[in-house]
């Protein structure tokens, strides 16, 4: 019997639970309550035909347990799916919500009230105290359980700068908070405003740690483009004689920094009073190396020594399309960026009848492959172009001189100061000119290479003077203005420049102004995230159909490598809804760029779209592939188009077969789509009833996967995970190769040597090795492509006497007697043909080219250690020498600020003695 009781007594109705709630007595409405609270989940049907008198309590503010009323209150409405009305009540519960509760009823009303006070956050809008002390309550219970990296997102989404400061202050390791703090600010923050304000907090916190974080220090100097602030790391850094980890920040200065910002830096570094001290001839050096003039003579270097580029591949090219010009501009642009960087024109050279063939703007585009060949190669440039470049004359080709500024532009891009007043002078005399399409060719070239050198610098001379040239309404110098206007306020967000650009971009009637203006107005917006919101609006919604493809490339720009799901789902739309192919092939083409942080992602994107029954949206997502997962040999990437190699819309075959060559860019050998890769494109090449346009991607393909001698690769994305903005530019510039091929030698802007360079403090490079716990033939360079044999003409038989077959078996039987071994004469020894196998590591050489998989596996041994530890990057790394006494051997390199060599001494002095001599 007593074990019955407990079924006896369990409830069947909250009938009499809510007659309680009539009663006069405060303790029976307090019990009535409390057994509603426990058992609301089950009977809420019943007890919402009562909620009015849950209501009443909750408001009476005389009813002592009204909170505990507003909680039933709040779970009547969460079970009805009501949950604004519940929030409502849940707020007036208070203490009585145990926010530690892990029932879904508390997990939704929590993820509510957070929603919606980051909504008022936003919006500048008061939030009920209620609903701040429920965050409150959160910031707590997170923080009280050491979950710092929970606090840390909550207090940005909530844009709790108090709470934000307070949880680094509090933490065991604030430098990795702060660290992550910078990433996620860069990635998830898209208000510029607010992404300056804690970014603003975290340097007052670095700079009050003991032992600040430079590196960390400086980065959000230049994102917040304080100068100042850099200024002054460094020279602390000299005072306490640190020297060699301000050399380290110098490079990464040059390396990420707008080109601006760099030349301020220089100028007032040579203003400080350091620069007559002490430390007049270490700000030399870091002035030296801030200017690029180090890093691109180290490049060039190491890409000119380490050249591996495959000749052979051009001249089977060449050979198999002679007569074609499209192939023999494909051929070109593939010559070049194949040996970006490496000063190496051997093919040009051996070639020079056939490269003679080029005219008009075909001869454009083989001169400005001289710009790409030769990239960061400044103190020979005009050297190099000296036979193509406008002479005082006037005599020569519009088309060589065009090319030949633009070539220039090339070599000095994003390092150009020296070259900006050279070409502003040839862009005025091109204008003098008048409306002669000689002129206009000339000017062409001389907006790019002007806008190239100066890109990031926010020259406003440079700016009006192309504006100038725009306004005269030229279709082909117009088009080039409007590019190097973008380039040269690269990420200024600059709202007059914008507005003077869309403007435009709706008076003119030539398209090609149109599509200029759409690729400057995007350059200008580079990582502004939403502050662009206002324009992509302006241009989405706009009845002409290539301001909407400037919409799409100005979301790919301003939200490069955010991966923001907001900005992927409206590309998405556009993709499948807009009525102009142009745009759906450049909204699925700008999916590359917002996903390039996580590239693992974008084939399951872009899978279905693959499939489109619309040819441009399948190039798009071939592109969309080819940029976010450039260099990373993504298998499922791979899978999605391969088959579309063998599309049956040539267009789409053409932008499979680049793509391809993106991912495989710098692969390792063992790779299982490197050789099939290479044969699908010599195949391509070879065959005869192939399409012009699929040839064309094949051999411009296979200089992409060639690039730089094969030693460069193409990313977005930083060591530090943060955009490379050249990089941006490059590959959005290089997208418009569909339009005009020269643009195609801009993808040049985006290669990065894959090496490893390890540099003094006297910017030497030492004799270091580099142990890698692998066998050298997975990461050696690929083997030269065999020539493909040509079937030869199977000949008719000829008819063959009897005696002639007798006279011959006759003839092969007594050569055989002949070699017959003698009975006494010993066999000979057999071989052991067994393979040795190979050492399982390898050493490398400073300094050295290295794959990405490579990095995890390298160690660096001897004396000299990287001055910022942690694991080996690429690029230029400042080594320490832990035996400074010792002499130590280095590689003979002349480099800019550097210890030059000494010469040889003078043999002794002597007496000439002609009788000697005549003896």
């Known amino acids: ?136 309550r959160m910031f707590t219970r997170c923080q009280d359980s050491n979950a710092y990296h929970e606090v840390l997102g909550l207090a940005l989404e909530t844009q709790r700068l108090d709470i934000l400061e307070k949880v680094i202050r509090g933490a065991k390791e604030p430098h990795k908070l702060l660290k992550h703090t910078i990433d996620i600010v860069m990635t998830l923050v ?131 399309n002679p007569r074609n010009p499209v192939c023999h501009s494909a051929t070109v642009l593939s010559n070049a960026i194949m040996h970006a960087g490496t000063t190496s024109d051997a093919f040009l050279r051996a070639q020079r009848d056939w490269l003679s063939k080029a005219t008009h703007w075909a001869k454009f585009s083989a001169v400005a492959g001289l710009g790409v060949i030769h990239q960061g190669h400044v103190a020979q440039a005009r050297t190099v172009l000296a036979p193509y470049l406008p002479k005082d004359s006037g005599a020569g080709s519009p088309y060589e001189k065009g090319g030949s500024l633009y070539a220039l532009g090339l070599i000095f891009a994003n390092h150009g100061k020296a070259e900006v007043a050279y070409l502003q002078g040839q862009l005025r005399t091109g204008a ?3 409306d002669s399409h000689n002129g206009q060719v000339v000017q062409h ?62 008076d003119t009637q030539h398209e090609k102004i149109i599509r200029g203006l759409g690729l400057g107005m995007a350059l200008v917006c580079l990582g502004t995230q939403s502050g662009a919101d206002a324009l992509i609006e302006k241009l989405l919604s706009d009845h002409d159909a290539l301001l909407r493809v400037a919409g799409c490339h100005v979301l790919a720009m301003a939200y490069a490598s955010t991966s923001q799901n907001g900005v992927i789902r409206k590309l998405l739309h556009l993709a499948v809804s807009d009525v102009s192919d142009e745009v759906r092939r450049a909204a699925v083409a700008a999916l590359g760029f917002i996903l390039s942080r996580t590239p693992e992602q974008v084939p399951g994107v872009v899978s279905l779209l693959c499939e489109s029954f ?4 399948r190039y798009g997502a071939c592109l969309a592939l080819g940029i976010a997962c450039a260099g990373t040999g993504l298998k499922d990437a791979v899978a999605l188009i391969e088959p579309m190699t063998q599309d049956s819309s040539a267009i789409v075959r053409q932008g499979a077969l680049v793509a391809l060559a993106l991912i495989m860019m710098q692969q390792q050998n063992q790779h299982p789509k490197v050789e099939s890769t290479r044969r699908l494109f010599q195949k391509v090449i070879g065959d005869k009833h192939e399409d012009l346009l699929a040839k064309f991607g094949a051999i411009y393909a296979q200089g992409i996967m060639e690039a730089g001698g094969r030693n460069v690769t193409i990313s977005l994305s930083r060591d530090h995970g943060h955009l490379d903005s050249q990089a941006a530019v490059g590959l959005l510039l290089f997208t418009q190769f569909w339009y005009w091929f020269p643009m195609g030698h801009c993808l040049a802007l985006a290669l990065r040597p894959s090496a490893i360079v390890g540099v003094t403090s006297d910017l030497r490079l030492p004799v270091v090795n580099i142990e890698c ?22 000949k008719i038989a000829t008819a063959v006497l009897s005696i002639t077959t007798r006279s011959k078996k006759l003839a092969g039987n007594k050569d055989k007697e002949k070699e017959k071994p003698k009975e006494d004469e010993p066999a000979p020894m057999a071989v052991d043909a067994t393979p040795v196998p190979e050492a399982p590591t390898h050493t490398l050489a400073n ?17 000299f250690v990287p001055v910022r530890g942690g694991p080996l990057h690429t690029g230029v790394t400042v080594l320490t020498d832990q035996q400074p006494g010792a002499d130590a051997q280095y590689i003979t390199v002349a480099l800019p600020g550097g210890i030059a060599e000494e010469e040889a001494a003078p043999p002794p002095d002597f007496e000439f003695n002609v009788a000697l001599e005549n003896e």
């Not at 007659?19 to 409390?34: C, I, P, R, S």
């Not at 380290?248 to 007032?268: H, K, N, R, S, T």
């Open 1 to 136: 019997w007593q074990s019955n009781v407990g079924k006896m007594v369990a409830l069947t109705s909250a009938a009499g639970l809510l007659a309680l709630l009539q009663e006069d007595d405060v303790e029976l409405k307090h019990y009535a309550l409390q057994q509603l609270n426990l058992v609301v989940d089950s009977f809420w049907a019943e007890i919402s035909d009562q909620v009015e008198k849950l209501e009443i309590l909750s408001e009476d503010e005389a009813f002592p347990f009204r909170k505990l009323a507003s909680l039933v209150t709040a779970k009547v409405y969460y079970n009805l799916g009501e949950l604004d009305q519940s929030l409502t009540f849940a707020l007036g519960a208070a203490e009585e919500l145990d926010i530690n509760s892990t029932s879904q009823f508390v997990t939704i009303v929590i993820e509510q009230a957070i929603d919606l006070y980051t909504r008022n956050q936003q919006q500048g809008v008061a939030s009920d105290a209620r609903l701040a002390a429920i965050v409150d």
């Open 190 to 320: 898209t208000s510029p405003p607010f992404r300056a304000a804690v970014l603003d907090v975290v340097v007052r916190l670095l700079q009050q740690l003991g032992d600040p974080d430079a590196s960390s220090l400086c980065q959000c100097a230049v994102l917040l483009n304080r100068v100042d602030i850099v200024l002054d790391v460094i020279l602390q850094l000299l005072q306490a004689d640190k020297y060699a980890l301000a050399l380290q920040l110098a490079f990464d200065i040059c390396d990420g920094a707008p080109q601006a910002f760099v030349l301020e830096l220089q100028g007032q570094l040579a203003g400080s009073e350091a620069a007559q001290g002490d430390h007049a001839d270490a700000l030399q050096r870091l002035s030296a190396v801030l200017g690029g003039e180090v890093s691109l003579a180290m490049n060039l270097e190491f890409l000119s020594r380490n050249n591996h580029a495959d000749i052979g591949l051009l001249t089977a090219t060449k050979d198999a």
């Open 432 to 434: 003098a000119a008048g």
């Open 445 to 506: 070239g001389a907006a790019l290479g002007l806008g190239l050198a100066a890109m990031g610098t926010q020259n406003n001379d440079v700016y009006e003077q192309l504006k100038n040239v725009l306004y005269t309404d030229s279709a082909v110098a117009g088009e080039a203005a409007g590019i190097a206007m973008g380039l040269t306020l690269l990420g200024s967000g600059s709202d007059a420049a914008l507005t003077d650009m869309l403007q435009y971009a709706r």
């Open 614 to 617: 619309n040819p441009h949206v």
């Open 773 to 794: 716990a692998a066998p050298a033939s997975l990461y050696a360079y690929p083997k030269p492509a065999e020539a493909v044999k040509e079937k030869s003409k199977e």
């Open 847 to 863: 300094p050295c080219r290295v794959l990405p998989e490579q990095l995890a596996k390298l160690t660096l041994t001897g004396r």
